[in-house]
C-alpha cells in the first residue's frame, strides 16, 4: 500500500506547504490562526464588501474561508496567500488561486480563478499591484496552464484595472447570485508582468 492510497488521516508525506513571496512592502504566507481577529474584522466591514456578492462574514464564517485557502494548496497545488504588511506586521488581505466550482455560465470550473482583496485602509499604496504581480509571478513559473480567470463587479473600477494590466482580458458578462459580472481571463500567450 503506497502513501497516496491511505486515507488522508493517515498518509506520513507532508501536505504541500505555501511558498512565501515577497514584495518591496509585503510577505504573501499562509494564513495562519493568530490572522483571525484581524480577518473577521476586516470582513465585518460594510465597506469591505461593496463590490462583493457576498455580505459582511461573521468570525465563523471567515475561519472557515482560511481553513478551505489552506485546503486549496493541499487538494490543488495552488492556492491563496495571505497578505502581510512588512512595516506592520499587521494582516491586510488575501490573494491567489481559486477553483470553487462556481455554478455559473460560462463555466470557470477546473480553471484557476484569481481573487484579491485588500483591507479598505490600505486602498491606493499598490499593494494589489505588488502582490497580484507577485502571485501572477508564481504561477506563470509553477502552474502549467493555459489560462488563469476572474470575476470583477462591473462598477468595480480599480480591479478591472488592475486585472487588465496583468493581461486579463473581458471575455464575459453574466449573472452570479443576482450581481452582474464581468467575467475575465489571462491566456497563455497574453502573459506578461509590468515592469515596476
Given at each position: 500500500?503506497?502513501?497516496?492510497?491511505?486515507?488522508?488521516?493517515?498518509?506520513?508525506?507532508?501536505?504541500?506547504?505555501?511558498?512565501?513571496?515577497?514584495?518591496?512592502?509585503?510577505?504573501?504566507?499562509?494564513?495562519?490562526?493568530?490572522?483571525?481577529?484581524?480577518?473577521?474584522?476586516?470582513?465585518?466591514?460594510?465597506?469591505?464588501?461593496?463590490?462583493l456578492a457576498n455580505k459582511p462574514n461573521s468570525e465563523e464564517e471567515v475561519w472557515r474561508r482560511m481553513?478551505?485557502?489552506?485546503?486549496?494548496?493541499?487538494?490543488?497545488?495552488?492556492?491563496?496567500?495571505?497578505?502581510?504588511?512588512?512595516?506592520?506586521?499587521?494582516?491586510?488581505?488575501?490573494?491567489?488561486?481559486?477553483?470553487?466550482?462556481?455554478?455559473?455560465?460560462?463555466?470557470?470550473?477546473?480553471?484557476?480563478?484569481?481573487?484579491?482583496?485588500?483591507?479598505?485602509?490600505?486602498?491606493?499604496?499598490?499593494?494589489?499591484?505588488?502582490?497580484?504581480?507577485?502571485?501572477?509571478?508564481?504561477?506563470?513559473?509553477?502552474?502549467?496552464?493555459?489560462?488563469?480567470?476572474?470575476?470583477?463587479?462591473?462598477?468595480?473600477?480599480?480591479?478591472?484595472?488592475?486585472?487588465?494590466?496583468?493581461?486579463?482580458?473581458?471575455?464575459?458578462?453574466?449573472?452570479?447570485?443576482?450581481?452582474?459580472?464581468?467575467?475575465?481571463?489571462?491566456?497563455?500567450?497574453?502573459?506578461?508582468?509590468?515592469?515596476?
Amino acid at each position: 500500500m503506497t502513501s497516496a492510497s491511505l486515507p488522508l488521516s493517515l498518509r506520513t508525506t507532508p501536505l504541500p506547504l505555501v511558498p512565501l513571496l515577497e514584495t518591496a512592502d509585503l510577505y504573501l504566507r499562509a494564513p495562519q490562526p493568530t490572522n483571525l481577529p484581524e480577518a473577521a474584522a476586516m470582513h465585518a466591514d460594510p465597506d469591505f464588501y461593496r463590490f462583493l456578492a457576498n455580505k459582511p462574514n461573521s468570525e465563523e464564517e471567515v475561519w472557515r474561508r482560511m481553513l478551505a485557502q489552506l485546503g486549496h494548496w493541499a487538494m490543488l497545488g495552488y492556492g491563496s496567500w495571505a497578505i502581510e504588511e512588512k512595516t506592520s506586521g499587521r494582516y491586510i488581505g488575501t490573494v491567489g488561486f481559486f477553483d470553487f466550482q462556481r455554478d455559473l455560465t460560462p463555466s470557470l470550473k477546473g480553471t484557476p480563478e484569481a481573487g484579491w482583496v485588500l483591507a479598505p485602509h490600505v486602498h491606493g499604496r499598490g499593494y494589489g499591484s505588488q502582490a497580484l504581480h507577485a502571485a501572477l509571478a508564481w504561477a506563470d513559473a509553477q502552474l502549467p496552464i493555459e489560462r488563469i480567470t476572474c470575476i470583477i463587479d462591473p462598477d468595480n473600477a480599480a480591479s478591472l484595472n488592475l486585472a487588465r494590466k496583468f493581461g486579463f482580458r473581458e471575455f464575459a458578462r453574466t449573472t452570479y447570485h443576482n450581481d452582474t459580472i464581468v467575467v475575465l481571463e489571462r491566456l497563455r500567450e497574453d502573459k506578461r508582468l509590468p515592469i515596476g
